[in-house]
């Protein structure tokens, strides 16, 4: 329990220190301030204090504070806190419910399954929780080395309040929570005709996309006999990285087969196809579900350990150039940053003569370079996306690479770091052009 002003709320009844992502004061002030921000029409006091953090140099703590504000809206809106009736002398008060709702009791009582997956911590299927790799936290001490770069590009404050006022309907993750909270029927009718039935599907989480675990019997018709899989309905349809526009299941798959070609170890994909949802068609994605002592940002290797196991698996990735553009298809495939720039110029509607002619300028002044190796780029290893297990006190083993949705193939000195300036400015570039796209779909 802690006090702030008139607010006096108890974040441990609720379960949110049981999500384990910002703890002591500064979990305490973030978790006020949300709250504070939940009653008083999203003025954006929680995102300040995210805000301060990083200005401070807590950088690492920055999606783990995001990841906090998100439990504790969910809460809030499952009825974990509630504003007592104030008198006309009395401030307002914040108190706990004296009863908690299922769904929020829930999730201090459901046991921690031991997968890289998002952990459903509801006795509801139509429950959520944490997320999952899409959106994880960076890992600890310093950001992986392939999400430094949008690091670089946070929202300013006054963007990033807007963004966190958004009408409910203007929010994929929402959408999904409200619209699929049952298994869409597409999918259950094509792990059907894999001789195979759904015994029991618990949805995990909705964010960027909504994913599940199904569990099916007798098992899959396949080569491995799955009984338990992963089921993915894909939301976003642009991708939030650098290299990354269009998300389709097509090419989530095609990363993995190129993965799995340069010798990490992924999950099979079983089966991808299109569900018909009540927010539209959508892709979905059925995957082998890999047991992991991965949780999250709960569970993780240790620094060093993690570090090590990110190295192998760049270097594996750099030892596979891809050579044929045909061999990435339908992924984007680039080889040079004058090839990114002539590509972002296409992209730009001619009417939109300023950012032509920036780009143009950009390009002429850039110095000359010629192509080098493309290679598969996941853009997003984190810990929720790196799953591993510990072999002894000092070792841990890769289990596997998930979350292939921002995937792309790039030049090779993308991935090195320092990333060079061009290529800074380049990005930036293209989350000026990502935008429009977004805006004209």
């Keep these: 329990m802690f006090h702030l002003g008139s607010l006096s709320v108890d974040i441990r009844a609720a379960g949110l220190l049981e999500a384990g992502f910002l703890a002591g004061p500064w979990g305490e ?45 969910k809460v809030m809106r499952k009825g974990g806190f509630h504003a007592c009736p104030p008198s006309e002398m009395d401030p307002q008060v914040w108190g706990r419910t004296r009863q908690l709702p299922i769904g929020v009791q829930a999730i201090t009582e459901a046991p921690r399954q031991r997968s890289g997956y998002p952990v ?33 590009h946070r929202l300013d404050p006054e963007t990033k309040s807007l963004c966190r006022s958004a009408a409910p ?33 618990v949805r995990l989480k909705s964010s960027f996309h909504s994913t599940w675990l199904v569990e099916v019997e007798p098992f899959l018709q396949d080569q491995k006999r799955h009984t338990r899989v992963i089921v993915q309905i894909l939301g976003a349809e642009v991708g939030d990285h650098a290299l990354s526009f269009v998300i389709s299941a097509k090419q989530i798959d095609k990363a993995m087969q190129l993965a799995r070609r340069a010798g990490l170890r992924v999950p099979d994909v079983i089966l991808t196809g299109s569900c018909e949802t009540e927010i539209g068609n959508l892709d979905f994605i059925v995957q082998e579900f890999i047991i992991t002592q991965t949780v999250e940002d709960i569970v993780k290797a240790p620094r060093k350990e993690w570090h090590r196991m990110e190295c192998e698996i760049l270097t ?56 080098s190796p493309a290679i598969l780029m996941h853009q997003d290893i984190n810990n929720g996306n790196l799953l591993a297990s510990k072999v002894d006190e000092a070792q841990w083993k890769l289990d596997a690479v998930i979350d292939w949705e921002t995937a792309a193939v790039g030049p090779s000195e993308l991935a090195e770091r320092p990333m060079q300036e061009q290529w800074r400015t380049a990005l930036a570039f293209g989350d000026v052009v990502k935008d429009m796209t977004r805006v004209t779909r």
Excluded at 123 to 132: E, F, H
Excluded at 174 to 183: A, I, N, T, W, Y
């Design 316 to 371: 594996a990735l750099k030892r596979a150039p891809i050579v044929d553009p045909n061999d990435a298809a339908p992924m984007l495939y680039l080889n040079s940053l004058d090839k990114y720039l002539l590509w972002l110029r296409d992209l730009v509607p001619p009417k939109l003569t300023d950012i032509v002619k920036a780009l143009d300028d950009f390009r002429r002044d850039c110095p000359s370079a010629g192509p």
């Design 120 to 152: 459903a911590r509801s006795s509801s299927s139509s429950s959520s929780s944490s997320s999952s790799g899409s959106s994880s936290s960076s890992s600890s001490g310093s950001s992986s080395r392939s999400s430094s770069a949008s690091s670089e």
């Design 169 to 201: 309907e203007g929010r994929i993750d929402v959408m999904l929570e409200k619209h699929v909270s049952q298994l869409p029927l597409d999918v259950v009718a094509e792990i059907s005709k894999r001789g195979a039935t759904i015994s029991s599907a």
């Design 29 to 73: 002030c973030l978790a006020e301030a949300t709250v504070r921000e939940h009653a008083e029409t999203n003025q954006g006091q929680a995102g300040q204090v995210i805000d301060f953090l990083d200005r401070c140099g807590h950088r690492r703590f920055g999606k783990a504070a995001d990841k906090l504000e998100r439990a504790t809206h």
